[in-house]
């Protein structure tokens, strides 16, 4: 069983940043398809960036820009650089990975953008 920790959230003001790490209890993101996703109150959940090789990371027009999506192959993380935050940004941010048909889910972290 995978398990994926994230951390890094938090309350920032707008215009300033924070970086999101989800870390795997194995070496689950080799070879997988990976993912970050936000769920605002009263929203559904979003896509906001994936990755299926380094070479090809794509990001949802919102975010495009200010956002970036990153793995470190040695520590079994990815993160998400999320900067120019903006209220609207504020939700709950999930990590998410698909491998060999199972997928597996982070427990979230909240981000928060108010001045």
């Known amino acids: 069983q995978v398990q994926l920790v994230e951390s890094g959230g938090g309350l920032v003001q707008p215009g300033e940043s924070l970086k999101l790490s989800c870390s795997a209890s194995?070496?689950?993101?080799?070879?997988?398809?990976k993912a970050w996703y936000r769920q605002a109150p009263g929203k559904e959940r979003e896509l906001v960036a994936d990755m299926h090789t380094y070479a090809h990371r794509t990001y949802a027009d919102a975010v495009k820009g200010r956002f970036t999506i990153s793995r470190d192959v040695a520590k079994n993380t990815i993160y998400l650089q999320m900067n120019s935050l903006k209220p609207t940004d504020t939700a709950v941010y999930y990590c998410?990975?698909?491998?060999?048909?199972?997928?597996?889910w982070g427990q979230g972290t909240q981000v928060t953008v108010s001045s």
């Open positions: 194995n070496d689950v993101f080799s070879l997988s398809y």
């Open positions: 998410f990975v698909r491998t060999s048909g199972a997928e597996y």
